[in-house]
């Protein structure tokens, strides 16, 4: 049974930080493209950042361009998103997926496995 279980969500002042994490178990996490996405109270979910299997590539959106840094560690099966800068818009639901093909993944629908989500609430 593929597990994904995210963690590191919290209430944070504007420009402030947060780490999150997204520990996979129940699939064989290197071969996996692993994204982030965001889902506002009455917006759809949105891309965030992916990163390929080998980390060797990753994609950002635009709004997060330059504040948020995904990672990953395949021995430890976890893929970490580092947020910087924190705004009131960035305030969501975060979710990690995973995606079983090349390349990164920009869509809800490329992605067959979802974690449960963690809070993230950035205050003015």
């Known amino acids: 049974q593929v597990q994904l279980v995210e963690s590191g969500g919290g209430l944070v002042q504007a420009g402030g930080s947060l780490r999150l994490s997204c520990v996979a178990s129940g699939l064989t996490f290197s071969t996996y493209t692993m994204g982030w996405f965001r889902q506002a109270p009455g917006k759809v979910r949105e891309f965030v950042s992916a990163?390929?299997?080998?980390?060797?590539?990753?994609a950002n959106a635009d709004s997060v361009k330059g504040r948020f840094t995904i990672s990953r560690d395949n021995a430890k099966k976890t893929v970490y998103l580092q947020m910087n800068s924190l705004k009131p818009e960035d305030t969501a639901v975060y979710y990690c997926?995973?995606?079983?093909?090349?390349?990164?993944?920009?869509?809800?629908?490329?992605?067959?496995?979802w974690g449960q989500g963690t809070q993230v609430t950035v205050s003015s």
């Open positions: 997926a995973a995606k079983l093909s090349y390349g990164v993944g920009l869509k809800p629908s490329e992605y067959a496995y």
């Open positions: 990163i390929n299997r080998s980390g060797g590539s990753t």
